[in-house]
């Protein structure tokens, strides 16, 4: 039986769920790199060696585009993602973006600032932002999540999960959403069959700016 008290936790991944992560880093590593956009491929897996990356490339990468081009904050949103999760919130499913954006050292003030103003711009609705590698560690009912170190983690310990498709997870067995409209509908049939069904959503405000 579940709780009646208690809302449906829904906990969303950015980057390549709801942030085309892939595709703008794609354009950013075309400058970086001094290459033709056509040159990187968009079949790409874990470290993008298929972009020419090797030891401590995509790290130095990466640096370089949150720090000088703010690659949080201009990051396209996956098609329906917004409208999709701002249903769902209308629904009574709280939204809890668990994301791992403070990798690498020395700019987290950045990312979070970033972070935050994406998720405003954009009409993300959440009421939890959690930046941390340990998902697991971060209690939710389903998980959406595109890494497949992450999807394997999180299953491992009883965590049900949605795969987000893109080319760095197609070897993961589902249930799996190629759109925000699959995501929409399975999120829809989790929280009807868990026992905490949607129901108003809470009047507690937006989350805080951090």
Request: charge should be negative; aromatic fraction near 8%; include cysteine.
């Amino acid at each position: 039986m579940g709780d009646a008290t208690r809302e449906f936790v829904l906990g969303v991944d950015l980057d390549g769920v709801c942030a085309d992560f892939y595709g703008t880093l794609r354009v950013l590593a075309a400058e970086w790199l001094g290459k033709q956009l056509d040159d990187l491929p968009t079949e790409v897996s874990f470290g993008l060696p298929e972009w020419g990356l090797r030891d401590g490339d995509y790290e130095r990468l990466h640096r370089w585009a949150v720090t000088k081009r703010s690659l949080f904050r201009v990051m396209a949103p996956i098609p329906g993602a917004g409208p999709a999760l701002r249903r769902l919130s209308a629904r009574g499913i709280r939204i809890r973006i668990i994301t791992h954006r403070l990798f690498i050292p020395h700019f987290h003030a950045s990312a979070i600032t970033q972070t935050v103003e994406w998720l405003d711009w954009h009409g993300i609705p959440y009421w939890d932002l959690c930046l941390l590698k340990a998902k697991d560690a971060v209690g939710a009912d389903l998980y959406l999540e595109d890494s497949p170190s992450n999807v394997e983690r999180l299953r491992a310990v009883g965590n049900q999960v949605i795969v987000f498709t893109n080319s760095t997870n197609r070897s993961l067995p589902g249930p799996r959403a190629e759109t925000w409209d699959e995501v929409e509908a399975l999120v829809q049939d989790a929280a009807e069959r868990s026992g905490n069904p949607p129901g108003e959503p809470p009047d507690s405000g937006p989350a805080p700016e951090l």
